[in-house]
T-cell receptor, first 119, second 108 residues
Framework: ETGVTQTPRHLVMGMTNKKSLKCEQHLGHNAMYWYKQSAKKPLELMFVYNFKEQTENNSVPSRFSPECPNSSHLFLHLHTLQPEDSALYLC??????????????????FGPGTRLLVL | GQNIDQPTEMTATEGAIVQINCTYQTSGFNGLFWYQQHAGEAPTFLSYNVLDGLEEKGRFSSFLSRSKGYSYLLLKELQMKDSASYLCAVRPFQKLVFGTGTRLLVSP
């Protein structure tokens, strides 16, 4: 247990469906992240939130829509996805990532992920 | 651009020592992280290096040479449960850039 939970753990959806992924962290962190992990590819950063404000959108298609209502919760709303969006979606949290300073305080802690299959 | 290289797969025997290498070329450097990821599970933090040298933590050690853009993760007294993927990640400035990971298979 890393203190970061994600639901659902598995999701199958059609291309016309709308679904949401949820992430919650119990570590008192103020930065949260969405990553995509596809087979044989590096973890790809999608979005970063610091203190509920989005600070990074890594050229993610608009069919992925993040929401961060507070520092402990992060959502990823999905609509009209494509089969190539099938992947493991990981949430992570850390202390403030905006400082850019040297230190392990910005270590990211990951949730177990949501395995998404788009048919 | 950012580039991180690590071997795709390695095999080792229970009780042995294995070294997983990582080389990187990034536009900046604010630390290097190693994570362990078992199949179907979350990556878990193993180590952090920001200064040159060796950081030891139990059976695991991590080494960094900033001038060479090089790090390694050393695993001693291998156990079956060490079979996992090991991810090298560099923080050029604020965000982490990950390598593709090294899948380690430990056999009896």
């Amino acid at each position: 247990e890393t203190g970061v939970t994600q639901t659902p753990r598995h999701l199958v959806m059609g291309m016309t469906n709308k679904k949401s992924l949820k992430c919650e962290q119990h570590l008192g962190h103020n930065a949260m992240y969405w990553y995509k992990q596809s087979a044989k590819k590096p973890l790809e950063l999608m979005f970063v939130y610091n203190f509920k404000e989005q600070t990074e959108n890594n050229s993610v298609p608009s069919r992925f829509s993040p929401e961060c209502p507070n520092s402990s919760h992060l959502f990823l709303h999905l609509h009209t996805l494509q089969p190539e969006d099938s992947a493991l979606y990981l949430c992570a949290s850390s202390q403030d990532s905006a400082s850019g300073g040297v230190g392990s305080g910005e270590t990211q802690y990951f949730g177990p992920g949501t395995r998404l299959l788009v048919l | 651009g950012q580039n991180i290289d690590q071997p795709t797969e390695m095999t080792a025997t229970e009780g042995a020592i294995v070294q997983i290498n990582c080389t990187y070329q990034t536009s900046g450097f604010n630390g290097l992280f190693w994570y362990q990821q078992h199949a179907g599970e979350a990556p878990t933090f193993l180590s952090y290096n920001v200064l040159d040298g060796l950081e030891e933590k139990g059976r695991f050690s991590s080494f960094l040479s900033r001038s060479k853009g090089y790090s390694y993760l050393l695993l001693k007294e291998l156990q079956m449960k060490d079979s996992a993927s090991y991810l090298c990640a560099v923080r050029p400035f604020q965000k982490l850039v990950f390598g593709t990971g090294t899948r380690l298979l430990v056999s009896p």
